[in-house]
């Protein structure tokens, strides 16, 4: 179970407003989760945001269904133990048209109590009206 009420609590991808008011998950992430047919995330940090909700909420078919079909996996494991603790966005850079790139830190802490920084540069590809996740380079651990 999730802690996260979707209908009121803040999204869990952490995007504030331009008065560093935190976004409510259905004004934010939950668009693009609970509408994947008809409400694409429109740009990749968008999208980004959006997949690391769905790991934090265990909805391994968006994250499925976000990852470009030439790097998609067979299946994803979503550990339940995880625990996911913030997103940092690190940078983003628009490439091309089609294609970008989002550098993001995400903290998270296993069943074990272990915390493990996960810092990646991922890339991102635009298909028509939708933006997929390609692939990313994990990053040097931080210090
Ligand atoms: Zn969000």
Redesign the pocket.
């Known amino acids: 179970m999730s802690a996260i009420d979707p209908t009121t609590g803040p ?5 504030t407003d331009r008065r560093d008011k935190p ?1 409510g ?1 259905a004004l ?3 668009r693009y989760l609970d509408d994947f047919e008809n409400t694409p995330a429109p740009d990749a940090e968008s999208l980004m ?2 997949r690391y ?1 769905a790991f934090v909420l265990q909805r391994a078919e968006y994250l499925l269904a976000t990852w470009h079909a030439s790097k998609r996996p067979a299946s994803i494991d979503v550990e339940p133990g995880v625990k996911w603790l913030r997103l940092d966005i690190r940078s983003r850079s628009v490439l091309e048209a089609d294609h970008a790139e989002v550098e993001f830190v995400a903290r998270q802490r296993s069943s074990t109590g272990t915390a493990t920084r996960l810092h990646e540069r991922s890339r991102f590809v635009r298909e028509g009206e939708r933006w997929y996740y390609l692939e990313g380079d994990l990053q040097q651990p931080l210090a």
């Open positions: 999204c869990p991808c952490g995007r976004i998950y934010c992430c939950g945001r959006s909700s």
